[in-house]
């Protein structure tokens, strides 16, 4: 497949010699007719010299990189960099597999995993995954079948949840759903020994804040035999996971105080 090629304005080639993952419209001198919002495209600099491969869009971030080499993008290259992904998740003892314990974690986070404008989260068996880019989308069952192979055996449902995080204006089709598996995925989060129900389709992000995890058991350990005022939980059954964990710390007959702000007076 030959790609269509974006050229640089001379001297704005330095962020991405420095292997930065966005280029910027402001740096592009020209294009090949005919370039869509999500196509892959070739930059090049002023003197037709290669330096990324990656995903075009409409707005000041012109195209988030790929690759800094001159490779196809296809079903190997996205089973590779998930795999990295999955790789250094273990490496860091995030990626466990244990029911009682935890089950949850971050597998793909952008720009950070060398995959801008994909996040990846995984519930048990379950990848939640997330495009933020009409790219991404385009690619999202090429991307889920990676994902099932770059896991070893980790993961045997991929569900797709990006109907608020593509672009506004994108005309693309945002529904929700899975396009692996899906018959019995769990919906349950564990974490550290916690349980939580996860709404896939109406919850925010990929249904949890898997990213606060480490924040969540620090406020355990320092709320332990102390009183705690909660300032964000609006009612009484809607109690995040920083309450349950909060609560976790007390002892049976110590209680969790909230807040009562006086009603606003207005003037006559």
Known sequence: MTLKTIRLRKGKTESLKRFHPWIFSGAIDGADPGIEEGDLVRVVD????????????????????????ER???????????????????????????????NIFRLVHGEGDRLPGLVVDVYGRTAVMQAHTVGMHVCRKEIAAALIEACEGRIDSVYYKSDTTLPFKAEVDRASGFLIGGGDACDTAVENRLRFHIDWLRGQKTGFFIDQRDNRSLLEHYSKGRRVLNMFCARRRRVGPLSRFQRKSHRPHQRQRRAQLPRRRHAP
């Open 46 to 69: 002023a003197s037709g010299n290669f330096l990324a491969i990656g995903h075009c869009q409409i707005g000041s971030i012109a195209v988030r990189v790929l690759s800094f080499t």
């Open 72 to 102: 196809p993008i296809d079903s190997s290259f996205w089973t590779e960099r998930l795999a990295e992904a999955y790789a250094l998740r273990r490496s860091l003892h995030l990626a466990i597999a244990n029911e009682e314990e935890n």
